[in-house]
Each structure stands twice: as C-alpha cells, then as structure tokens.
C-alpha cells in the first residue's frame, strides 16, 4: 500500500526510484571506504528469471553479439541456438538444469556471465551462483509478467546485497507489449523489491526493453514500442547496449580493504561452485576466486564447508598441484592466457584434492586461508524417494549396472556437485539409499539420465519431508501455485485444487479468456496434479509452484486422490485381443507385444479401486467358420507415461522399475493375494482412525 500511494504521489516507480535514492548520492563523499575493488575490468553477474522467460536465448545473443566481427564464429564460442543448454535432457526439454558461467571480452571488459535454471526444483543452482557474483539480470517475460520463481530469485538477489538490473523481454510476442506499456509489470515489479526490503541502491535500477529472440534491446519504452510494430532496429539497439548496461550499472568485484604489505601475502581462496572430473585431467572445481592467486603447480588443499560430511578416506584429502586454470568461452573450456587465477574472476581449476565437494574452500598448501568461506543457506528439500537395485522379475535383462553399491555411489557423485540433494540410509533396508531433493522434476532429471548410463533401479513412492517446531508439533512444506489456463477449464482447475487437495485460493484475474489464479497448498497435496490437470483442460494449463514456508500440518487429504489401477495377473507378451478387452475398463498403459509380469500396472482403472485383469490372453481356436472375413481389434491410444509423471502418479503399495530400455509400475507385493491382505488391514486401519 505505501509502495501504490508514493506511485500515485509521485508519478510512477522510476521517479521514486530517483527520490529514494537521492540520500545515497548526497552521502557517498562521507562514508568510509568499506570495500576495495579486486579487478576493475571484470564484471560477474548472472542471468535469473522465472521458467521459459527467455534466459537461455539471451546469453547466447550476448556471446553472438560480443565476438570479433572480423572473426568465423563457431557453435562453441556462440553461434547456435539455446548453446548453454549443453546437455541431452536439456536439449530435448527445453529447460535449463545446471548453472554454467561462461565469459566474453568487450571493449577491453572481461564479462562473467552466469545463466542459471528457471524451474523452482532446480533453485539450490540459483542459490550456489549468487554467491559468486556481483549483480543480476533478472529477466521477465512482458506477457506474463511476475511469476512464482520471480519473486524467488529476486528475494534471494536482495539479501546478497546484488544490484539487480531488469530486461522485460518477449516484447514481439502477442500481449507482451500492452501489458508493459500500461505499467502493469513495472510496478508489479517495483512493488516485489520494495515488500522484499531492497535498498535505495537496489531500487535504483535500470529497466531495459527487448527481444532477445529478435536481437535488440532498448532503454526507451517509446523505441521498444515502435520496434514492435514494425520500425527498423537501429544500430544502437542490439546486444551492445545491454553489455554496457552491465559494465555501467554492475560493479567490479570487491573485497575486504588490505594494507599494501598485506597484498602480496594474501592467501589464496575460492569457494567451490561447482565440482566435476576430467579423465586427464582430474577432480575440477568452478568458483570465483575471493583473495589471492593461484598458478600451475601450486598446491592445492580445501577447508570442508561442514566438517562432518568429510570423506573418511585419507587419499581424498592429500594435497593436489593444480595442473590448469581455465575459463569458459561459449561453452568451450579453454585455458587461462595468463595461467593465474586472480581476485575476482570466475575460473575452472584443475587437479584438486578428490575429496571436494560444493561449498568448501579451496586454498593453497603454502598459505591457507583460516576460514572456509561462508555460502548462503539453501531452502530444505520437500521430498524423499528410496533408490534400490531392480528386485523384480525381469531384472538384469536390459541394463549393465544392476548392484546397489554402484547405485549407491553413482548417488554420492552426483550429491558432490549438487547441494540441492542430499543420500542417507534407507529406512527400509540396507540395500536402498534415500534421496532428498527439492520437486518430482529434479527427482526425475536424475533417475533418467541414470537410466541412460545403464542403471537398472527400484524407486519407491516419494515422501514429503515434515519436521517439527519447539513444542513438537508436525510441520509440512507449503507451495505458492500459480496456474494459468483457459477460461473455460478454470472452474474445473479450481474444484480439483479446492475440494480433496485442501487448497486455498489466494488470487485470481481473467484478461483475454485467460485466467491466472494463485494458491497456497500442501507439497504432498501437488503431487500428481500437473498430468491430471494437463489431461483436464486438454493442455491448456500450465503450472507453476514454488517453496513457500512450513506450516502446521493440515492432516489427512481426500480420498479421491489415489486412483484405480489395472494390474497384470499373468507372464508373458501382451496380445491385441486381451487388450481390447481391457480398454474397456480403464486406460491402457502398454500396448500389443510388451512384454508383462503379474503385479505389473497396465493402466488406470476407471473406476475406484485395483482391478486384476490377464492382458496374456489369445483368442480360443475352434474348427467352427467365422462369416466374417477378419476381425479386427482396436482400442484407444496407449498413454505413455514418463518418469516424473509416475512419481507423482504411483500409489504408496507401487514402485517403478526403470532399466535403460523401460520404464515400468508395479506393486511392491506381487502376489495378489498378498496384496488383497494387507489392503485389508489398511482399510481397517483407516476406519478405526474415523472412530
């Protein structure tokens, strides 16, 4: 309300922007120097926005825009489209999913840029980045406008203290333009920077116009509007104008004041962003350098960021020289011309202790640091899934690594180089690990790419990570939801989200037969909801979520969430005549010729409840004639689904199996008779709850 009534006092948020910050200005000659500048010639930010804001795009026309024109430009260095996205799930999804800093020269600048997710389960790689930057370039879509990962980035960009500078991009796209130049979005904006406590500074900054897929950028609103509709670009309006924005607007890196005695003597130290492993090369670590320098030979120790997570094994820990500094271009890694890393850049070195790990420090043998460099807090992980060697019946059949101690470090490597995920001891037998992670999404990128290296696993249901307050009462995540969708299919949205989910509406807006509705709702309660709502409204909504708080646990949710399944009660290869037969019944899973087990789900039940069918059968011979010439089966399309979609579909008594070639659900009792008991002691459980 302050933040609406200064707008309305003062004619819009740029002018109170200038009025904030007119004490700063006035006081900068009488505050002491409280920082000192590491390299006045380099400029490190990162790039943040909400999901499918157009991040990605835009770095790739920064690199394009900055190379030398007399120059042939290559895919690596920056010619191609969505170049950061380096990885196969990345290039086929269309997301980003690892954090990658690459760099650029311009006008005599070295320019670290840093292009980061935008799906909410991969928000621990925005929280590591910031850490190593000195401002943002928070992109949003002028369409869409704020969005739930929005006001996550920027609330974690305002407590690190980082000058933010914003581009409203997609301005080309239809309703992209009337929403920015009503204001909408800008004071939207304005309004999430002043209720997250940013600074005179922070609010202080500058708003560019654009197109990252079009090329062009501008400061001038008017200019922008113009371009829209047709005008010619003009030369000052390519990629070059936001660069300079950066090189204006964002400061070089600083540091703690030191005495001129001092400097030569300052220990080296860079906290570990990242963490990989080169087979020549070996264990390698990406961070900006905090103090000192380091060069080719020097030997390298590290300063673990929790003591207690330290490898036991002695060999990990011995002193390494660094055999290479280097940078990226593009996405190419290329070594340092100088050979050093210095203050303030963003380098790649080679050769350190094995035992590293994100978040420690990295210091030199000769001349530590005392200290392991502080790294920002990551939000806790919502949910936990079992991860086991493939116990069912077709297993060993189609991958090459099915033992549970290779699964198990196959875990611990990749919870090494990603702060986000954490591995413990399962719960329920010895020969599983438990894996926290943030969102089914983040859960899923990893079963897939591990069932791409040829990993055969048993994955149990996911469960929501609850704790306890002070006086020990149950607490459970809470989201922020945001759907957008169809107008038509916004009633129907909102009774799924309100009735057995315990949502609770907190927004909602139609503009143009389009419907934004906002909610706070259980994490347990969204799991499941985006296939069912995507199936709903025939594509039309897209959701978004966000980690929000714990709360007080609201206790048990509707009943009408766990669905029917068709399960397999026979061996063999599918026939098209059994099936027929079955599609009555529900949807189909498999089709003809896939190969079945008895407890293996075939598909949904339409109605409530596990129904046992026999998808094996063929039809019977008789030496009776048929007066028809041929028969023919058909039956509905088969659903596939996809591993995300299954752990948030999988009922508590069903696993996935996932090998390299399938991925499949089953119950974790196979015998139905089994299953028949022990549903019967779980009815009996939950009526004498009711009483």
């Given at each position: 309300?302050?933040?609406?009534?200064?707008?309305?006092?003062?004619?819009?948020?740029?002018?109170?922007?200038?009025?904030?910050?007119?004490?700063?200005?006035?006081?900068?000659?009488?505050?002491?120097v409280?920082?000192?500048?590491?390299?006045?010639k380099?400029?490190?930010l990162?790039?943040?926005?909400?999901?499918?804001?157009?991040?990605?795009?835009?770095?790739?026309?920064?690199?394009?825009?900055?190379?030398?024109?007399?120059?042939?430009?290559?895919?690596?260095?920056?010619?191609?489209e969505?170049?950061?996205d380096?990885?196969d799930?990345?290039?086929?999804?269309?997301?980003?999913?690892t954090?990658?800093?690459?760099?650029?020269?311009?006008e005599?600048?070295?320019?670290?840029?840093?292009?980061?997710?935008?799906?909410?389960?991969?928000?621990?790689?925005?929280?590591?980045?910031?850490?190593?930057?000195?401002?943002?370039?928070?992109?949003v879509?002028?369409?869409?406008?704020v969005?739930?990962?929005?006001?996550?980035?920027?609330?974690?960009?305002?407590?690190?203290?980082?000058?933010?500078?914003?581009?409203?991009?997609?301005?080309?796209?239809?309703?992209?333009?009337?929403?920015v130049?009503?204001?909408?979005?800008?004071?939207?904006?304005?309004?999430?920077?002043?209720?997250?406590?940013?600074?005179?500074?922070?609010?202080?900054?500058?708003?560019?116009?654009?197109?990252?897929?079009?090329?062009?950028?501008?400061?001038?609103?008017?200019?922008?509007?113009d371009?829209?509709?047709?005008?010619?670009?003009?030369?000052?309006?390519?990629?070059?104008?936001?660069?300079?924005?950066?090189?204006?607007?964002?400061?070089?890196?600083?540091?703690?004041?030191?005495?001129?005695?001092?400097?030569?003597?300052?220990?080296?130290?860079?906290?570990?962003?990242?963490?990989?492993?080169?087979?020549?090369?070996?264990?390698?670590?990406?961070?900006?350098?905090?103090?000192?320098?380091?060069?080719?030979?020097?030997?390298?120790?590290?300063?673990?960021r929790?003591?207690?997570?330290?490898?036991?094994?002695?060999?990990?820990?011995?002193?390494?020289?660094?055999?290479?500094?280097?940078?990226?271009?593009?996405?190419?890694?290329?070594?340092?011309?100088?050979?050093?890393?210095?203050k303030?850049?963003?380098?790649?070195?080679?050769?350190?202790?094995?035992?590293?790990?994100?978040?420690d420090?990295?210091?030199?043998?000769?001349?530590?640091?005392?200290?392991?460099?502080?790294?920002?807090?990551?939000?806790?992980?919502?949910?936990?899934?079992?991860?086991g060697?493939?116990?069912?019946?077709?297993?060993?059949?189609?991958?090459?690594?099915?033992?549970?101690?290779?699964?198990?470090?196959?875990?611990?490597?990749?919870?090494?180089?990603?702060?986000?995920?954490?591995?413990?001891?399962?719960?329920?037998?010895?020969?599983?690990?438990?894996?926290?992670?943030?969102?089914?999404?983040?859960?899923?990128?990893?079963?897939?790419?591990?069932?791409?290296?040829?990993?055969?696993?048993t994955?149990?249901?996911?469960?929501?990570?609850?704790?306890?307050?002070?006086?020990g009462?149950?607490?459970?995540?809470?989201?922020?939801?945001?759907?957008?969708?169809?107008?038509?299919?916004?009633?129907?949205?909102?009774?799924?989200?309100?009735?057995?989910?315990?949502?609770?509406?907190?927004?909602?807006?139609?503009?143009?037969?389009?419907?934004?509705?906002?909610?706070?709702?259980?994490?347990?309660?969204?799991?499941?909801?985006?296939?069912?709502?995507?199936?709903?409204?025939?594509?039309s909504?897209?959701?978004?979520?966000?980690?929000?708080?714990?709360?007080?646990h609201?206790?048990?949710?509707?009943?009408?969430?766990?669905?029917?399944?068709?399960?397999?009660?026979?061996?063999?290869?599918?026939?098209?005549?059994?099936?027929?037969?079955?599609?009555?019944?529900?949807?189909?899973?498999?089709?003809?010729?896939?190969?079945?087990y008895?407890?293996?789900?075939?598909?949904?039940?339409?109605?409530?409840g596990?129904?046992?069918?026999?998808?094996?059968?063929?039809?019977?011979?008789?030496?009776?004639?048929?007066?028809?010439?041929?028969?023919?089966?058909?039956?509905?399309?088969?659903?596939?689904?996809?591993?995300?979609?299954?752990?948030?579909?999988m009922n508590?008594?069903?696993?996935?199996?996932?090998?390299?070639?399938?991925?499949?659900?089953?119950?974790?009792?196979?015998?139905?008779?089994?299953?028949?008991?022990?549903?019967?002691v779980?009815?009996?459980?939950?009526?004498?709850k009711?009483?």
């Amino acid at each position: 309300m302050f933040s609406f009534a200064l707008r309305r006092a003062y004619g819009g948020p740029s002018v109170l922007r200038r009025l904030l910050s007119t004490a700063e200005s006035t006081l900068d000659s009488c505050v002491d120097v409280k920082s000192r500048v590491l390299n006045d010639k380099i400029r490190n930010l990162a790039i943040v926005a909400h999901v499918d804001h157009g991040k990605t795009t835009l770095v790739d026309k920064l690199l394009q825009s900055s190379l030398d024109p007399t120059s042939v430009p290559s895919e690596q260095q920056g010619e191609g489209e969505r170049l950061m996205d380096s990885g196969d799930l990345e290039k086929e999804r269309g997301i980003t999913i690892t954090s990658k800093p690459t760099r650029c020269q311009f006008e005599g600048y070295t320019v670290n840029i840093v292009d980061t997710p935008g799906h909410a389960d991969f928000a621990g790689e925005v929280d590591r980045i910031l850490s190593m930057v000195d401002g943002v370039c928070l992109v949003v879509d002028g369409g869409e406008g704020v969005m739930s990962q929005t006001k996550y980035v920027v609330e974690r960009a305002v407590q690190a203290g980082l000058k933010p500078i914003v581009l409203l991009n997609k301005l080309d796209r239809e309703g992209g333009l009337a929403m920015v130049e009503s204001g909408e979005v800008e004071s939207e904006l304005f309004d999430l920077f002043c209720s997250l406590g940013a600074t005179d500074e922070q609010l202080e900054y500058p708003t560019y116009y654009a197109s990252a897929k079009g090329g062009w950028v501008t400061s001038d609103l008017s200019e922008a509007v113009d371009i829209v509709k047709g005008a010619k670009p003009g030369k000052d309006v390519g990629m070059d104008k936001l660069l300079r924005g950066f090189l204006e607007h964002i400061g070089p890196p600083t540091g703690s004041p030191l005495s001129e005695e001092s400097k030569a003597n300052e220990p080296f130290s860079l906290a570990a962003t990242m963490v990989g492993f080169d087979q020549f090369l070996g264990r390698t670590v990406t961070g900006k350098v905090s103090s000192g320098s380091a060069k080719i030979s020097d030997r390298s120790i590290f300063l673990p960021r929790d003591p207690e997570l330290v490898n036991p094994d002695k060999k990990l820990l011995l002193p390494q020289p660094i055999s290479g500094v280097f940078v990226y271009e593009g996405v190419t890694r290329t070594p340092l011309e100088s050979g050093v890393a210095d203050k303030g850049d963003i380098v790649t070195l080679t050769g350190v202790p094995d035992g590293i790990k994100v978040g420690d420090t990295v210091t030199l043998e000769s001349n530590p640091v005392k200290e392991p460099i502080m790294t920002p807090p990551l939000a806790p992980p919502t949910l936990s899934m079992d991860f086991g060697a493939n116990d069912g019946p077709l297993a060993g059949k189609e991958g090459t690594i099915v033992q549970a101690s290779r699964i198990r470090a196959r875990l611990q490597s990749e919870v090494d180089n990603n702060v986000t995920l954490s591995i413990g001891a399962s719960e329920e037998s010895t020969d599983k690990s438990i894996v926290f992670a943030r969102g089914e999404l983040q859960l899923g990128i990893l079963i897939e790419q591990m069932r791409r290296e040829g990993y055969e696993m048993t994955i149990s249901p996911p469960k929501i990570v609850f704790s306890e307050d002070e006086q020990g009462n149950v607490m459970e995540p809470f989201e922020e939801v945001t759907v957008d969708v169809d107008s038509d299919y916004s009633g129907a949205v909102m009774n799924m989200l309100t009735g057995d989910r315990k949502a609770l509406m907190m927004e909602m807006r139609e503009d143009d037969g389009k419907v934004r509705m906002k909610f706070e709702m259980p994490t347990r309660a969204l799991l499941g909801f985006g296939p069912e709502a995507a199936t709903t409204t025939r594509g039309s909504a897209v959701v978004n979520h966000t980690f929000l708080e714990m709360r007080d646990h609201i206790g048990p949710l509707g009943e009408g969430l766990e669905k029917g399944k068709l399960v397999s009660s026979d061996t063999g290869k599918s026939t098209s005549y059994a099936l027929n037969m079955i599609g009555e019944r529900g949807e189909l899973f498999i089709a003809p010729g896939d190969e079945v087990y008895a407890g293996m789900v075939i598909g949904e039940n339409s109605r409530s409840g596990d129904l046992e069918v026999n998808p094996i059968r063929s039809k019977g011979l008789t030496n009776v004639r048929t007066v028809l010439k041929e028969e023919k089966a058909s039956f509905a399309a088969v659903k596939r689904l996809s591993v995300e979609d299954l752990i948030s579909y999988m009922n508590d008594d069903e696993v996935i199996e996932v090998t390299p070639k399938s991925v499949r659900l089953r119950k974790k009792v196979l015998d139905a008779g089994e299953r028949a008991r022990a549903q019967k002691v779980k009815k009996q459980q939950r009526d004498a709850k009711k009483k």
